[in-house]
């Protein structure tokens, strides 16, 4: 099948993905009475004694406004809101299908950092949550960070979610190739949200030392090659992670960074990584190469030079690493436990859930498919459980 094609048909067709319906009734005169005026006024006025019952009389607390300015939009870069729309359209059917959520893009016409934050931070008492979403860095990590307060969770998805599915799925790598998960060496390529959300997952940066262990060692690298202390050119972002990985002190090209390393994670671009990177890397390598829809090095060419688990984003190929896989049920854990924010225990249960839903990973099987619907409420019992510890 041509999905290009196909997905144009269909969209021309339906006019997008989204509709609205009602949950109650409006056949008669008291139908509409009772959900709108006279009888709705009595609903305001408890509400307005106590802003709280908006999550018992409202839809408040199923909703998430998914929140984009178009600026990294898929591979595609900065094309704008109106085209961001049908990828927004897209992540709000996966909600609802997926997890029973209601949710709905607000695609805005601003790529200024203070107008986003204000947007958000006035939309926020009629809605549950806000998934923000291709949103380029490194303007995503200062939005994010800075509407934590508002009351609601307002969640990076391209940050976190891509995190949370990666960590789950080198948890499970690790126990097919019989390596210990606090002892991998890992290498990243990319340092954008993806790369350092990822970064930070890992190495438990914000997290409850208690109950996090993160890996042994991270080596960051961006397009100039290994995020190290020494350089210059380094915005306040790279800095922090420069300042908290790289123990080793390596510096150079990514093919520096991965001569003995354990674990590739490839958030880049297409075609970066080559047959003697991963040749140079410890036996039994995982090699997750996630850039879409063209990873840095194709499966096969990894297989031949000798890694051993191998994923990517896509779905004609084993192992599809995809942010869909947690965001559902994240943003439903969070609902459920009435959270105000998504906390770094949140996401490790998180990616500790999905993991376990694999019981028994092999090479092929490290993760479940995008289409089981259990892997939702399965994730979301442990965010909830995560967010009234």
């Known amino acids: 099948m041509n999905y290009g094609e196909e997905s144009l048909r269909i969209h021309k067709e339906k006019k997008g993905k989204l509709a609205m319906v009602s949950k109650v009734p409006l056949a008669t ?4 009475s009772v959900a709108y005026t006279p009888g709705v006024a009595a609903v305001s006025s408890e509400i307005a004694k106590d802003k709280s019952l908006a999550y018992e009389y409202t839809g408040k607390g199923n909703t998430v406004a998914i929140v984009t300015d178009g600026s990294a939009v898929l591979g595609l870069g900065n094309i704008g809101p109106e085209a961001a729309l049908p990828v927004m ?6 909600f609802k299908e ?17 107008e986003i934050i204000n947007i958000v931070k006035n939309i926020a008492p009629g809605i549950g949550a806000v998934n923000l979403e291709d949103i380029s860095a490194p303007r995503c990590f200062e939005i994010e960070e800075r509407l934590q307060n508002v009351g609601i969770p307002v969640f990076h998805d391209d940050q976190h979610g891509t995190a949370v599915v990666v960590l789950a799925g080198i948890m499970n790598a690790a126990k097919v190739v019989g390596k210990n998960l606090h002892e991998l060496s890992v290498v990243i ?15 438990c940066i914000g997290a ?47 093919s520096d960074a991965l001569v003995g390393a354990d674990v590739l994670i490839g958030v880049s671009a297409p075609g970066v ?77 998180a990616a500790r859930a999905l993991a ?32 009234l510890l």
Do not use: W
């Open 189 to 203: 390529s990319g340092a954008g949200a993806a790369g350092i959300a990822v970064t930070k997952l890992l190495s």
């Open 29 to 32: 005169r008291d139908d509409l």
């Open 98 to 114: 997926f997890a029973d959520i209601d949710a709905f893009p607000l695609c805005l016409a601003t790529q200024d950092t203070e």
């Open 356 to 387: 376990s839903f694999v019981p028994e990973p092999s090479l092929e099987n490290i993760l479940p498919a995008l289409t089981d619907k259990r892997v939702p409420a399965h994730i979301a019992e442990a965010v909830r459980k995560a967010a």
């Open 273 to 349: 990584i080559t047959e003697a990177m991963i040749r140079s890397m410890a036996p039994k390598a995982i090699v997750f190469t996630l850039a879409n829809p063209v990873p840095e090095i194709l499966p096969h060419l990894a297989k031949e030079a000798g890694a051993a688990v191998i994923a990517t984003g896509r779905s004609d190929f084993p192992n599809q690493v995809n942010n869909a896989l947690a965001y559902p049920g994240i943003f439903k854990g969070a609902f459920l436990a009435r959270a105000a924010r998504i906390t770094p225990a949140m996401k490790q249960a």
């Open 89 to 94: 359209e897209g992540k709000a059917v996966i």
């Open 208 to 254: 409850d030392e208690k109950t996090c262990t993160p890996v042994r060692d991270i080596i960051v690298c961006d397009r100039k090659g290994i995020v190290e202390k020494t350089r210059t050119d380094l915005n306040d972002i790279k800095k922090d992670i420069a300042s908290r990985t790289n123990i080793s002190g390596k510096k150079g090209t990514i």
